[in-house]
């Protein structure tokens, strides 16, 4: 099993729907989880952390189940400006700031 | 707002040449790292980088790859005689005080070994 899967989409969605995604991970003791967002040949940029309890930052939701071993991220009302390739992430272990990316999950947002 | 910065935006190289990869990471971080990812592929962790020495590489990062912190400010990696294996997006990464996230990327440098 990958360390990090993520279906890779592509998610077509109209404007103002709203699309989640999963990823899951195969270390159960993995403790730290990220979102991250990239645009077409551009660098990872950081959406949001994912805590233990779940957190929200306008639109966007982000879930932890530790028991299934996913992470989840929600976008409400998605904007033609989410279309974009969404990255989850894990610190792998040894503390070290090492990052485990997924594969991504393309989200294309039409009017 | 701060920001990692890179150069070159792009590389052009023939096989078996060396290449140097230049960052600047952000003035106050202390964690550095590199990655790289093949086009159409996923992310993938290189090597990080603490205290003027390295923390963690991964398998890839074998005796063709060095990494090296020469003044306060550039970070480099250096790719001693490059493969055609070796094109990609390279992105360097820091993070700050307590290496703890987010670790901010810099735009990347497109290397196209020919």
């Known amino acids: 099993r990958k360390e990090v899967e993520q279906d890779p989409g592509p998610f077509n969605v109209p404007e103002g729907a709203t699309v989640a995604f999963n990823c899951t991970y195969s270390n159960s003791a993995s403790q730290s989880f990220f979102w991250y967002r990239q645009d077409c040949r551009k660098e990872p940029k950081l959406l949001m952390s994912v805590y233990s309890s779940g957190n929200e930052d306008g639109r966007f939701t982000a879930q932890l189940n530790r028991a299934s071993q996913y992470i989840s991220l929600l976008i409400r009302d998605s904007k033609l400006s989410d279309s974009a390739t969404y990255l989850c992430?894990?610190?792998?272990?040894?503390?070290?700031?090492?990052?485990?990316f997924g594969q991504g999950t393309t989200l294309q947002v039409k009017p | 707002e701060p920001e990692v910065t890179q150069t070159p935006s792009h590389q052009v190289t023939q096989m078996g040449q060396e290449v140097i990869l230049r960052c600047v990471p952000i003035?106050?971080?202390?964690?550095f790292y590199w990655y790289r990812q093949i086009l159409g592929q996923k992310v993938e962790f290189l090597v990080s980088f603490y205290n003027n020495e390295i923390s963690e590489k991964s398998e890839i990062f074998d005796d063709q790859f060095s990494v090296e912190r020469p003044d306060g400010s550039n970070f480099t990696l250096k790719i001693r005689s490059t493969k055609l294996e070796d094109s990609a997006m390279y992105f360097c990464?820091?993070?700050?005080?307590?290496?703890?996230?987010?670790?901010?990327f810099g735009p990347g440098t497109r290397l196209l070994v020919l």
């Open positions: 990464a820091s993070s700050g005080l307590t290496g703890a996230p987010p670790q901010y």
């Open positions: 992430a894990l610190y792998g272990s040894g503390n070290t700031g090492k990052l485990i």
């Open positions: 003035s106050n971080h202390l964690y």
